[in-house]
């Protein structure tokens, strides 16, 4: 009888493959990067250093994924973006903090491993982290057979940043009379992804077949750590909100002390088509409020004094516009008026 040998690879693992991946990323940082930086990738951690012109330092540390935007990637079979909205994700809650991000690792778990597709995926991990300044400095790809399905796969996201004692955004910085500005975001970002799945399902939509859907669900996350960390660095921030998962009401009162409200004027805001496509479909005012971010991926809160210094700060697609201010009170936050949906 013949002798069926039982190896790693027969149960649905595949070494061979996830070590040209592993080549495949050490290569392509190696060539955008001539320091040496890099050079970890592939051992068992990243060493890296903490820089010397911080006096006070502190670690901030996030974590977070993009969602079942994988499934909108997968359906239509493009990656490119995803990576980028994965760093988005992690920096953007990172500057929350008044942190700068030094390093990102990934984790990849696929039920097996497809070069063409992780090439892209990492792709756009390696721009997320160009764009917001910092290293790609090591991650994990986990082939796992029967945990997914066939061409299934999950990414997560690890941004550790730091930031001076002194240039810590606290909410006790934040008073009476301040400013709300809203920063426009990029489109959707990767939040309420699984709601619009069921919106596709429910109204039978083809994806594939609306060339106006397939490219504003792929946009990706707008990341504002260059701008923000400018901001910060000219002390012309009290607080700030990255919006997502909640919208705006439920990130924003994450910020707002005691005996202060944020009181958002919902008329002004300047949303975009793609929101307005999602309400004419059958989602309601409340619903979409606390879905979506409606147009308005983060929010500063500011002196007045600082609105037109801020503004300049920033390029024309994402100039901030006030929506709201600080008053006294004990609501954390509350909605005015009503979003005009085009």
């Known amino acids: 009888m013949k002798n069926n040998k039982i190896t790693y690879e027969k149960s649905g693992v595949n070494i061979k493959q996830a070590n040209k991946f592993i ?22 951690g990243s060493i890296n250093k903490i820089p010397k012109n911080i006096k006070n330092p502190y670690l901030v540390a996030c974590t977070d994924g993009v969602g079942t935007k994988i499934e909108i990637a997968n359906k239509l079979n493009k990656f490119n973006t995803i990576g980028i909205d994965l760093v988005a994700m992690s920096v953007n809650d990172l500057i929350v903090q008044g942190a700068k991000p030094m390093i990102f ?3 990849i778990s696929i039920n097996k491993i497809n070069l063409k597709k992780m090439k ?9 982290c160009k764009v917001s300044g910092c290293q790609l400095a090591g991650g994990e790809t986990a082939e796992m057979p029967d945990t997914y399905s066939k061409g299934k796969f999950d990414i997560a996201g690890f941004a550790v940043g730091l930031v001076d004692k002194k240039n810590i955004l606290k909410k006790n910085k934040i008073k009476k009379n301040n400013i709300i500005l809203g920063i426009p975001s990029s489109g959707i970002h990767s939040n309420g992804f699984s709601l619009i799945r069921h919106l596709l399902k429910v109204k039978k939509i083809n994806l594939n077949k609306n060339n106006f859907l397939k490219k504003q669900f792929l946009i990706p996350t707008k990341i504002y750590v260059k701008e923000i960390l400018k901001l910060i660095e000219k002390n012309y921030i009290n607080g700030c909100a990255n919006i997502t998962g909640g919208g705006i009401e439920d990130n924003i009162k994450r910020v707002i002390p ?3 409200t944020a009181v958002i004027d919902l008329n002004k805001i300047k949303t975009f088509k793609i929101f307005s496509w ?25 002196d007045k004094k600082n609105v037109p210094k801020i503004k300049k700060i920033f390029s024309k697609n994402y100039k901030p516009y006030e929506i709201g201010k600080i008053i006294k009170g004990n609501n954390k936050v509350k909605l005015n008026g009503k979003i005009n949906w085009l």
Do not use: A
């Open 120 to 128: 892209e995926i990492v792709k756009g991990i390696m721009l997320g």
């Open 258 to 260: 005691k005996k202060l």
């Open 23 to 44: 080549n495949f990323i050490s290569s392509n940082l190696n060539k955008s990067d001539k320091s040496g930086k890099f050079k970890n990738i592939g051992g068992f």
């Open 105 to 107: 690792l990934d984790y």
């Open 278 to 302: 999602l309400k004419s479909r059958g989602i309601n005012d409340k619903e979409m409020l606390k879905t979506f971010n409606c147009g308005i991926g983060f929010c500063l809160i500011v």
